[in-house]
């Protein structure tokens, strides 16, 4: 166990110094920090001072060991568009997208798993043909579209739900969360619902084929000769070695909707990362799209990581290979 562990986390250090080579590779070719920096009156003895004190004359490996130190303190420098310290700006930006992405995930595992279950178990009846039939629909429908479709049904038409913004916030500290109030909530149902309508679909229709694979097993013919109840069959036996191919692909898709985010915060106007990625990268705001970028990664090598975990937990062979190496 320790020896996958340590494996795991030495494959996720490599993967974020992969990318902070890439964040690091946009200060040098996409733009001029020195001259985003200074106005059009500056001399060129304050450029070159400049370029001093931001240590862009010292050689390019010294240059991304800074980078990497200084993004290990969460120090990503200055938005060239605000003037503001960046790690301001994300922790302004983070709660509206960690709300966002963890109500989407919840909403697209609890609702892709239930459904998965029961089309698999109900696979000839006419309501899971209709549900199957949906799914097509949330697979092949773009992210904004479904979110249009939701704006103009439920804003425009019925004028239920609010079309943009996250309405009355709650600050406890420097966080802020809409879940306290009704304008919040309000707000989070259509994001919510286009964030996650794709993820559910994928998850459904994975634990469907995945459950009609386990009911085909020898050992659920084996439990109903035995006599053991349909339901135990399903839920104990059956979901629960379903579990184990799911969970990789599952943790895949809902590590990707913090990156997914941002169409949705677009349509929304929602005053997430997503947002103020989109307009970093309008106004070529480097150290802004930087963060951005080392944040992402960091939500995939965590999640890659748990889900590894996870799977070492869930699958039994996996221990028993790590033990018989161990002897």
């Known amino acids: 166990m320790i020896a996958y562990v ?3 986390l030495a494959q996720a250090v490599m993967v974020m110094l992969a990318v902070a080579l890439v ?4 200060f040098r070719f996409v733009g001029d920090p020195v001259s985003n920096l200074v106005g059009q009156e500056a001399t060129i003895a304050d450029r070159e001072q400049l370029a001093r004190d931001l240590g862009l004359a010292d050689p390019v490996p010294v240059q991304f060991a800074r980078f990497v130190a200084n993004a290990a303190q969460l120090q990503f420098g200055v938005s060239y568009r605000q003037g503001r310290p960046v790690i301001d700006l ?46 097509l629909v949330g697979v092949s429908l773009p992210t904004f579209l479904i979110g249009i479709g939701l704006i ?9 739900l609010p079309s943009f913004g996250r309405g009355e916030v709650v600050h406890l500290g420097w966080w802020t969360t809409g879940l306290l109030t009704v304008s919040g909530l ?12 794709y ?20 050992y659920v013919k084996f439990a109903r000769a035995r006599g053991v109840p349909e339901r135990s069959i399903f839920f ?24 997914f985010a941002i169409v949705t915060e677009s349509v929304f106007q929602w005053p997430g990362l997503g947002a103020l990625f989109i307009n970093a990268v309008q106004f070529v705001d480097i150290p802004v799209m930087a963060a951005y970028l080392m944040f992402v ?21 996996l221990r028993g290979g790590a033990a018989a190496r161990g002897h």
């Not at 997208?97 to 279950?117: D, I, N, Q, W």
């Not at 599952?250 to 590590?255: M, N, S």
């Not at 939500?299 to 890659?304: A, E, I, L, R, S």
Request: hydrophobic content about 60%.
């Open 152 to 160: 103009w049904l439920f804003a425009v038409e019925l004028r239920w």
């Open 297 to 317: 990664a960091f939500v995939f090598v965590v999640t890659n990581l748990a889900v590894d975990l996870l799977y070492f937990a869930l699958d039994p062979r």
């Open 186 to 197: 309000k707000s989070l149902i259509m994001p919510v619902l286009t964030l996650g309508f």
């Open 90 to 135: 994300l922790k302004e930006r983070l709660p509206a997208t960690v709300e966002l992405a963890l109500l989407s995930a919840l909403f697209a595992l609890a609702t892709g798993l239930a459904l998965g279950v029961y089309t698999a178990i109900r696979r000839d009846g006419i309501l899971s043909h209709m549900i199957l039939s949906l799914s």
């Open 6 to 8: 340590v494996k795991s």
């Open 199 to 218: 993820q559910v679909t994928l998850i459904m229709r994975l634990v469907r084929a995945e459950m009609l694979e386990a009911l085909r097993t020898d």
């Open 236 to 259: 104990r036996h059956a979901l629960k070695n379903t579990l184990v191919p799911v969970t990789t692909v599952v943790g895949l898709q809902l590590g990707g909707v913090i990156a």
């Open 23 to 26: 964040a690091f590779s946009m």
